[in-house]
């Protein structure tokens, strides 16, 4: 962890992205200052150089650059990454017979540790200041305490939800037991990481697992509940209207629905009426085949997020860009399928932008997290506006999300202490992460690609059955050109 800092810091000659007080909308301060004293946002000027200081502030120059709040990641599954590039062409049926089911037999504790650290180390390396972790690397006490710990370790700001599934070997009642014992013992210097819980038996758990559940985080005032919502032929359908016939929808607690792909006019009135948030994973339901027919037309409650981790990178850039060209698309198809030409580009940049930041906040009820207001926490962004790929730039929105990378991203700070700092990561010992996370990852993809694949036939989770999709071809002749997959170690 980096060095204790000083009690200010002033990002000094930047263009700052903010929001304003009284819309969901952005505005931009050139050559301005952002002051942040401990952990909060104390002072906005429209001066890169403004007076009355407190004593001893550190001035860091962020002459021609970019400032943004921290992106907030509103699902992911971060224990995963030490099976990256493994799954480049799979789907749904295939992900879900392999992991997180098939990985059990394959993690030990110190696994589950150095991928979700290596994990988060890398979200924060791209700009991700808050992380919703859907963690269901919940197969004993051991590695259930592995994720939680890396999560404390890395310096991110971590809302870490134990997903509750029962297993014959580690069952249910066993894993509310050890929850409780683990929230009520977790060391909390920083508060950077809140246990929550993640669920999604609300379809096909016994009536009396599901009311203990919902009494677990009440007794425990939990925060943050998450589930997956697929409905359609996925099944899996934990919708609005369901939680909210257990009670759990209108109450203090935040309900992020991942994908929400079935979503209707039902759930989306319910959204609303409770203020809960659904969490669209571009990459991954365009990868996988879900796809997301409707969210577009829920976006004031939508955020982002990763998913698979270790199939995409983990930063929201791509996520944002991703969803803001998918819903262009989609939407210029129906003026088009009318034999009109568009005349206007029916989704902006600052929306998607919106939708990585400050949606993420407040999908978790933290209107602190994703802004950059007076009294927010200091979770900042620093982009180098003269890399290569960023000359030029007038509009810091536009600039951000259509053309920046993670390489452009100079400085990185949660909670007001520089996590990236000069375009490295201030983690203590990061060297030895590294070796340990590259160990780790060498003896679970040997393993991984050692076992055997998984038989798809019948019917998803009982419900539709399977079919092909046809394949694109980019070779001539006979076969598509699809090729191999490159994953064995020699």
């Given at each position: 962890?980096?060095?204790?800092?000083?009690?200010?810091?002033?990002?000094?000659?930047?263009t700052?992205?903010?929001c304003?007080?009284d819309?969901d909308?952005?505005?931009v301060?050139?050559d301005?200052a952002v002051?942040?004293t401990?952990?909060?946002?104390a002072?906005i000027?429209?001066?890169?150089?403004p007076s009355?200081?407190?004593?001893?502030?550190?001035v860091v120059?962020?002459?021609?650059?970019?400032?943004?709040?921290g992106?907030?990641d509103?699902?992911?599954?971060?224990?995963?990454t030490?099976l990256?590039t493994?799954?480049?062409?799979?789907t749904?049926?295939?992900?879900?017979?392999r992991?997180?089911?098939?990985s059990?037999a394959?993690?030990?504790?110190?696994d589950?540790y150095i991928?979700?650290?290596a994990?988060?180390?890398?979200?924060?390396?791209?700009?991700v200041t808050?992380?919703?972790d859907?963690?269901?690397?919940i197969?004993?006490?051991e590695?259930?305490?592995?994720?939680?710990?890396?999560?404390i370790d890395s310096?991110a700001?971590?809302?870490?939800?134990?997903a509750f599934?029962?297993?014959p070997?580690y069952?249910?009642?066993?894993q509310?037991a050890?929850?409780?014992?683990m929230?009520?013992?977790?060391?909390?210097p920083?508060?950077?990481?809140?246990?929550g819980?993640?669920y999604?038996?609300?379809t096909?758990a016994?009536a009396?697992?599901i009311?203990e559940?919902i009494?677990?985080t009440?007794?425990l005032k939990?925060?943050?509940?998450?589930?997956?919502?697929?409905?359609?032929?996925w099944m899996?359908d934990?919708?609005?209207e369901?939680l909210?016939?257990?009670g759990?929808?209108?109450?203090?607690?935040a309900v992020?629905?991942s994908?929400a792909t079935?979503?209707?006019?039902?759930?989306?009135l319910?959204?609303r009426?409770?203020n809960?948030?659904?969490?669209?994973t571009?990459e991954?339901e365009?990868?996988?085949?879900?796809?997301?027919p409707?969210g577009?037309?829920i976006q004031d409650?939508a955020?982002?997020g990763?998913?698979?981790f270790?199939?995409?990178?983990?930063?929201m850039?791509?996520?944002?860009r991703?969803w803001?060209?998918r819903?262009r698309a989609?939407m210029f198809?129906q003026?088009?399928?009318?034999w009109?030409?568009p005349?206007?580009n029916?989704?902006?940049?600052?929306q998607a932008?919106l939708?990585?930041?400050r949606?993420?906040?407040l999908?978790?009820?933290r209107?602190?997290l994703?802004v950059?207001?007076v009294g927010?926490k200091?979770?900042l962004?620093?982009?180098?506006?003269r890399?290569?790929?960023?000359?030029?730039?007038v509009d810091?929105v536009?600039a951000v999300?259509?053309h920046a990378?993670v390489?452009d991203?100079?400085h990185?700070l949660?909670?007001g202490?520089?996590?990236k700092?000069d375009?490295?990561?201030?983690?203590e010992?990061y060297?030895?992460v590294?070796?340990?996370?590259l160990?780790?990852?060498?003896k679970?993809?040997?393993?991984a690609v050692?076992?055997?694949?998984?038989?798809i036939e019948?019917?998803?989770w009982g419900g539709c059955?399977y079919?092909r999709a046809d394949?694109?071809?980019?070779?001539r002749g006979p076969?598509?050109g699809y090729?191999k997959q490159?994953v064995?170690r020699?």
């Amino acid at each position: 962890m980096s060095a204790t800092p000083p009690s200010s810091v002033l990002l000094s000659g930047g263009t700052i992205i903010v929001c304003t007080e009284d819309a969901d909308s952005l505005d931009v301060i050139r050559d301005g200052a952002v002051l942040v004293t401990g952990d909060r946002i104390a002072g906005i000027y429209d001066t890169a150089h403004p007076s009355n200081l407190p004593a001893g502030t550190e001035v860091v120059d962020c002459t021609n650059k970019i400032i943004t709040p921290g992106f907030v990641d509103t699902h992911r599954h971060g224990w995963q990454t030490g099976l990256k590039t493994l799954a480049s062409n799979t789907t749904m049926p295939d992900y879900v017979n392999r992991y997180p089911y098939g990985s059990a037999a394959l993690y030990t504790a110190e696994d589950v540790y150095i991928g979700q650290l290596a994990g988060l180390l890398e979200a924060l390396n791209a700009g991700v200041t808050t992380t919703l972790d859907h963690a269901h690397h919940i197969w004993s006490k051991e590695t259930t305490k592995a994720g939680l710990q890396a999560s404390i370790d890395s310096g991110a700001r971590v809302y870490w939800n134990h997903a509750f599934t029962g297993t014959p070997t580690y069952p249910f009642s066993e894993q509310v037991a050890n929850f409780k014992e683990m929230a009520r013992t977790m060391p909390k210097p920083d508060k950077l990481t809140t246990m929550g819980v993640a669920y999604d038996g609300w379809t096909f758990a016994p009536a009396e697992e599901i009311q203990e559940l919902i009494g677990l985080t009440k007794e425990l005032k939990i925060p943050v509940l998450t589930t997956h919502y697929l409905g359609g032929p996925w099944m899996a359908d934990n919708s609005p209207e369901l939680l909210h016939r257990h009670g759990v929808l209108d109450t203090d607690m935040a309900v992020v629905f991942s994908h929400a792909t079935g979503i209707n006019t039902t759930d989306s009135l319910l959204l609303r009426e409770t203020n809960q948030y659904i969490s669209i994973t571009p990459e991954s339901e365009m990868h996988c085949g879900i796809n997301h027919p409707n969210g577009h037309l829920i976006q004031d409650q939508a955020a982002l997020g990763v998913d698979i981790f270790l199939t995409f990178s983990t930063d929201m850039l791509t996520q944002a860009r991703i969803w803001l060209q998918r819903t262009r698309a989609r939407m210029f198809d129906q003026t088009l399928k009318k034999w009109l030409i568009p005349v206007n580009n029916p989704m902006s940049v600052n929306q998607a932008f919106l939708m990585a930041t400050r949606h993420g906040g407040l999908a978790l009820r933290r209107p602190d997290l994703g802004v950059i207001r007076v009294g927010a926490k200091a979770d900042l962004v620093v982009f180098d506006g003269r890399s290569p790929g960023m000359l030029g730039w007038v509009d810091p929105v536009a600039a951000v999300i259509l053309h920046a990378n993670v390489g452009d991203i100079e400085h990185v700070l949660v909670d007001g202490r520089f996590r990236k700092r000069d375009r490295k990561l201030t983690f203590e010992g990061y060297g030895a992460v590294v070796d340990r996370f590259l160990a780790s990852a060498a003896k679970l993809q040997k393993a991984a690609v050692e076992t055997p694949d998984p038989v798809i036939e019948g019917r998803f989770w009982g419900g539709c059955g399977y079919g092909r999709a046809d394949e694109v071809n980019i070779s001539r002749g006979p076969g598509t050109g699809y090729g191999k997959q490159f994953v064995h170690r020699h």
